[in-house]
């Protein structure tokens, strides 16, 4: 079992920043890929970032390439998701989640075993 904890959400201006983290527990968590996820008001959730568990592989979301980066520390157990130039289109709830699996494409939800419960991110205007 893996269980994990996100932290870091809340409200910010556009243009600004924020980091999320998401702290990890269990035994086996080491040789999981570790994602980001959001669900803005009224979509369906949509992947953002994913993380080899080695940390040598990056995979982002056209969307967010080269205002947000994943990374993971894992002495702590925690993956990072560092927001720059944040939009109010980046209003979300972020999810973290973990597969045994990593695609050479987007990761999907149904790739992924174990999920957090959110962290909400609100850029205003």
């Known amino acids: 079992q893996v269980q994990l904890v996100e932290s870091g959400g809340g409200l910010v201006q556009a243009g600004g920043s924020l980091r999320l983290s998401c702290a990890a527990s269990?035994?086996?968590?080491?040789?999981?890929?570790t994602g980001w996820f959001r669900q803005a008001p009224g979509k369906e959730r949509e992947f953002v970032a994913v993380l080899s568990w080695s940390g040598g592989v990056t995979n982002y979301a056209d969307s967010v390439k080269g205002r947000f980066t994943i990374s993971g520390d894992n002495a702590k157990n925690t993956v990072y998701l560092q927001m720059n130039s944040l939009k109010p289109e980046d209003t979300a709830v972020y999810y973290c989640?973990?597969?045994?699996?990593?695609?050479?494409?987007?990761?999907?939800?149904?790739?992924?075993?174990?999920w957090g419960k959110g962290t909400l991110v609100t850029v205003s205007s």
């Open positions: 269990g035994r086996t968590f080491s040789s999981y890929h």
């Open positions: 989640a973990a597969s045994p699996y990593l695609r050479p494409r987007p990761m999907a939800d149904r790739d992924m075993t174990y």
